[in-house]
């Protein structure tokens, strides 16, 4: 698959590795919950878990390349600052804010809703 960045550069990515597995544990019990539920209506379809987006440092929680959504659980992590989450640090907690906007971008770019 060929990604478009926000540099204008074009990255490929294999993508028949790392297909989701509903059985898998998660990075979260709540995204957990969330791949249990997406597992009854999207078993059938070419789902990922922790997708990395290749010339980025980012990943997405789920990404379905056969109805081209993504979906990102927003933990609390996402919206206000957490000393355990960001390690102590609040330029952390700004920096996860740019990180979720450039994901955005990127998916928007490419054509994910």
Same mark, same amino acid.
């Given at each position: 698959?060929q990604? !478009?960045l926000?540099n %204008?550069? +074009?990255?490929? !990515? =294999?993508?028949n590795? =790392?297909?989701?597995d509903? /059985?898998a544990?998660s990075?979260s $019990?709540?995204q957990?919950?969330i !791949?249990?539920?997406?597992k009854?209506?999207?078993k059938? *379809?070419?789902?990922?878990?922790?997708?990395s987006?290749? %010339?980025?440092?980012l990943?997405v /929680?789920?990404l =379905?390349?056969?109805? @081209?959504?993504?979906l990102?659980h927003?933990? +609390? %992590? *996402?919206f206000?600052?957490? !000393?355990?989450?960001h @390690?102590?640090s609040?330029q952390n907690?700004w920096k996860?804010?740019?990180? /979720?906007?450039k994901?955005?971008?990127?998916l928007?770019? =490419?054509n994910? $809703?």
């Amino acid at each position: 698959m060929q990604w !478009k960045l926000l540099n %204008g550069k +074009v990255k490929s !990515k =294999n993508n028949n590795n =790392n297909r989701i597995d509903f /059985d898998a544990p998660s990075l979260s $019990k709540e995204q957990f919950q969330i !791949k249990q539920f997406l597992k009854l209506y999207c078993k059938n *379809h070419i789902l990922y878990e922790e997708y990395s987006i290749p %010339g980025t440092i980012l990943s997405v /929680d789920f990404l =379905n390349l056969t109805s @081209r959504w993504a979906l990102e659980h927003q933990g +609390v %992590g *996402h919206f206000a600052y957490n !000393k355990f989450y960001h @390690r102590g640090s609040r330029q952390n907690y700004w920096k996860s804010i740019e990180n /979720d906007m450039k994901k955005r971008k990127i998916l928007e770019l =490419n054509n994910f $809703k």
